[in-house]
């Protein structure tokens, strides 16, 4: 991926908005929409640079936006870089919580319910992330019914059903 991050100055004028790059002489574009724009901008580096293709999605671009009113520039601004940071927490949070979920069920072995509910996320999270090996649990009807030979962990059972019947009844 590309490390530098390349300057783009946009202005809206008449319904349209305009790009440029002010590092790359000669290097300016226009849309209608700003996603368009965006694109717009991303093949003019590309093309300006000669880079090859394909290399447009993994350029950083640096956009410094002039709607001709300067509070609303400087909201905006504030609140991409407020969205910048935020999106950088999720990511560490997201980090923190499969290393300790993998803590948790691994190392203290407790339940993806309860390393769920101590983390503040659903069970359903801590499975993707910290997955479990199925142990059979002792004292409930299967594990009961498998070691008397009743039945078996499979489909088929060990008994006829005339020997289950005999069994329940008798």
Same mark, same amino acid.
């Given at each position: 991926?590309?490390?530098?991050?390349?300057?783009?100055?946009?202005?809206?004028?008449?319904?349209?908005?305009?790009?440029?790059?002010?590092? *790359?002489?000669?290097?300016?574009?226009?849309?209608?929409?700003?996603?368009?724009?965006?694109?717009?901008?991303?093949?003019?580096?590309? *093309?300006?640079?000669?880079?090859?293709?394909?290399?447009?999605?993994?350029?950083?671009?640096?956009?410094?936006?002039?709607?001709?009113?300067?509070?609303?520039?400087?909201?905006?601004?504030?609140?991409?870089?407020?969205?910048?940071?935020?999106?950088?927490?999720?990511?560490?949070?997201?980090?923190?919580?499969?290393?300790?979920?993998?803590?948790?069920?691994?190392?203290?072995?407790?339940?993806?319910?309860?390393?769920?509910?101590?983390?503040?996320?659903?069970?359903?999270?801590?499975?993707?992330?910290?997955?479990?090996?199925?142990?059979?649990?002792?004292?409930?009807?299967?594990?009961?019914?498998?070691?008397?030979?009743?039945?078996?962990?499979?489909?088929?059972?060990?008994?006829?059903?005339?020997?289950?019947?005999?069994?329940?009844?008798?």
């Amino acid at each position: 991926m590309n490390e530098h991050a390349y300057r783009v100055i946009v202005t809206r004028e008449d319904g349209a908005w305009l790009a440029d790059v002010p590092e *790359l002489e000669g290097t300016h574009t226009y849309a209608r929409n700003l996603p368009g724009l965006d694109q717009a901008v991303r093949e003019a580096i590309a *093309l300006s640079e000669d880079l090859p293709d394909g290399a447009e999605p993994t350029l950083r671009l640096a956009y410094e936006y002039h709607t001709g009113d300067p509070q609303l520039d400087e909201a905006a601004a504030q609140l991409r870089a407020l969205r910048d940071r935020v999106r950088i927490d999720e990511q560490r949070v997201a980090q923190q919580t499969v290393q300790l979920a993998k803590e948790m069920v691994s190392l203290h072995s407790m339940s993806v319910r309860d390393a769920a509910a101590l983390i503040g996320v659903k069970p359903q999270r801590i499975s993707q992330v910290a997955p479990r090996k199925a142990v059979p649990r002792v004292g409930t009807r299967k594990s009961v019914r498998a070691a008397s030979g009743q039945w078996s962990m499979a489909t088929n059972s060990t008994k006829t059903g005339a020997e289950q019947d005999a069994r329940r009844t008798g």
